[in-house]
C-alpha cells in the first residue's frame, strides 16, 4: 500500500529500514518539508508534508528500489486518469531513482473497517469491490502497455507442486488454459490498494502493474484470500464481488478459478508459518481439483 490517508500523525511507522534520502531527489514542483512516516512497501515509500505552489499538502513520495519497479508507468497511467479516484502526480523524475509524488488520499482500508469480521460485515462492500475493477477494465486508454510478466501468471512448475504436496493439481494445470480476454487491468487491485470513506471507495492506489492484462487473473488476484484477512474467505462474499463486476462486465468463472488456484500455489510457497492460511489454501485448492475433476 502506497497511501492511507488520515488526520493528525501519520498511520505509518518510523524508519525500519536504510531508504534513499528523499530530501536528496529532484523535486521540480514540490518542496519536501517533512517526513511523517515509512510505510511497509517493495519500494522506499515516505508518508510527507511539503508546499506544492505555495501551498501545504500532504503526499506520498514513492522511490524506486525493486528492480522491477515502473515508477514511469504509474506516472503515465495516473496522469491519464483524471478523476478524484486516483492518486495525483504533483512531481516526478525518472533519471537516476526514479520518483513519484503523489497527493494524500483520505480513506481507510477493509482490513482496518472490517476488524475480524465476525458478523461478515464485508458483504455489504462486496458489490461495490467487484463493480469499480469492472469500471476500471472499461477504461479505455490508448496509451497503456501491455502488462509486465509475472510468475503468477503461469501454472507451478511440477517440481514446486511436488514440493508443497500438491501433486494432486498437476492434471488439473496441464488442461489448456481458457484464453485470455485482454483489457485494460489495474494490476495490483487488492484491498490493500483500496480506500473507503462513509461505505464507498474513495481512493484506488498503486497502478505500477497495471497495463493491457488477462481481466480473469485481475479479477482472480482481487478475490484471492491473503495472510492475515479476515474477509473474501467465503463463496458468499466472492458471489457478491461477481454480482458487483457483472453489472459492468463479463467475466469467465472457470478462467477466474484457475487463476486463483495458481496464485494459492505461489502464496503457499512463502506461507509455510501461518498454518491457519496454509489449512484453508490447501483446503480451497482440493476443492477445486475435486471440481474440476468432476467436469472433465
Given at each position: 500500500m502506497t497511501h492511507m490517508g488520515k488526520t493528525g500523525g501519520s498511520p505509518h511507522p518510523e524508519k525500519w529500514r536504510e531508504t534513499v534520502d528523499p530530501f536528496s531527489l529532484p523535486y521540480k514542483e514540490f518542496k519536501l518539508v517533512k517526513v511523517l512516516g515509512y510505510p511497509h512497501a517493495g519500494n522506499d515509500?515516505?508518508?510527507?508534508?511539503?508546499v506544492f505552489h505555495g501551498e501545504n499538502v500532504r503526499v506520498y513520495i514513492k522511490a524506486a528500489r525493486q528492480s522491477g519497479a515502473n515508477i514511469q508507468n504509474e506516472v503515465n497511467i495516473?496522469?491519464?486518469?483524471?478523476?478524484?479516484?486516483?492518486?495525483?502526480?504533483i512531481d516526478c523524475g525518472f533519471d537516476g531513482t526514479p520518483f513519484s509524488v503523489t497527493l494524500e488520499l483520505e480513506g481507510e482500508r477493509l482490513s482496518v473497517l472490517l476488524g475480524k469480521n465476525e458478523a461478515l460485515s464485508s458483504l455489504s462492500y462486496m458489490r461495490e469491490y467487484g463493480k469499480t475493477l469492472a469500471r476500471i477494465h472499461n477504461l479505455k486508454l490508448p496509451a497503456a502497455l501491455p502488462v509486465l510478466d509475472r510468475r503468477f501468471f503461469h501454472p507451478p512448475s511440477s517440481e514446486l507442486l511436488s514440493k508443497l504436496d500438491l501433486g494432486f493439481l498437476e492434471p488439473v494445470f496441464d488442461q489448456k488454459p481458457p484464453k485470455p480476454a485482454p483489457c485494460f487491468c489495474h494490476g495490483d487491485f487488492h484491498y490493500a490498494n483500496i480506500l473507503w470513506k462513509s461505505g464507498h471507495i474513495a481512493g484506488i492506489l498503486d497502478f505500477e502493474l497495471a497495463g493491457i492484462g488477462n481481466r480473469d487473473f485481475d479479477i482472480a488476484w482481487a478475490l484471492l484470500l491473503r495472510p492475515g484477512q479476515t474477509f473474501l474467505k467465503t463463496d458468499e462474499e466472492r458471489s457478491e464481488f461477481l454480482r458487483g463486476y457483472s453489472e459492468l462486465g463479463e467475466y469467465d468463472f472457470c478462467a477466474v478459478k484457475r487463476c486463483m488456484a495458481q496464485c494459492f500455489v505461489y502464496f503457499l510457497e512463502f506461507s509455510g508459518s501461518d498454518e491457519e492460511y496454509c489449512r484453508y489454501a490447501r483446503a480451497?485448492?482440493?476443492?477445486?481439483?475435486e471440481a474440476a475433476s468432476s467436469h472433465s
Open positions: 515509500v515516505f508518508h510527507a508534508e511539503g495516473l496522469n491519464s486518469l483524471n478523476e478524484p479516484l486516483f492518486p495525483k502526480v480451497w485448492l482440493e476443492g477445486y481439483a
